[in-house]
């Protein structure tokens, strides 16, 4: 059974400015469950009664936020995604020099791969929609591309651009490129018989130098390597 929610609204602290940040706060555990519950159950198999209980709140209360499972699912997508993709740029404008190729490639190669473990929640909701994709609508693959998964490439993009243009790579084609990058990074730790145990962060780290030196031996340029 849902737990009986506080009655917020009849304290005088809720009066005022206090009233939004109730609101907020009820989004916020809402939006929290759900991105659990998703991960955990998929689309199809989970109910709204079910997020509800993970988030500590009334099915009505669901409903006062949003219209229904569809939209819900869209917005924490949306959310989720955005929150992945900024903590990846952000990671990267902090440790991206500009001038060491291979320093700065290993840094983006960790950054694109830290992001598991860093939003555990999230890649678990995602390996669910790949599951389920072909009962999506479009537009709610769109959004959650838009808002993540291609924000990050073009940021993985952006990165390969300036260090072409600084003459510390060979880049001819930006997109094939990072399409090559984001291979070598991802496919030791991605490519694996199922069962297989968990990647150290050693393990990790040595799956990352491995790309970035490959990547280099066809993107680098000769004299920055030296």
Known sequence: MVPAEPQADASPRTSGHGRPGVRAGKRRAITQGARTVFGREGYSRTSIEAIAAEAGVSTRTIYNHFSGK????????????????????????????????????????????????????HFAMIQQIMAEVQHFPAAVIDTWQQAGPLRVQREVARQLEQLTEAGLLRIDDSALGTVHFVALVTSEITIRPHGSPSLSPAQTRACVIRAVDTFLHGYGDARSTE
């Open 70 to 121: 569809e939209q819900l699912f869209s917005d924490v997508v949306h959310d989720s995604a955005s929150q992945v993709a900024d903590a990846f740029i952000a990671t990267v404008d902090k440790q991206v020099t500009g001038t060491d190729p291979q320093a700065d490639l290993l840094a983006l190669g960790r950054a694109f791969v830290d992001q598991r473990t860093q939003f555990p929640e």
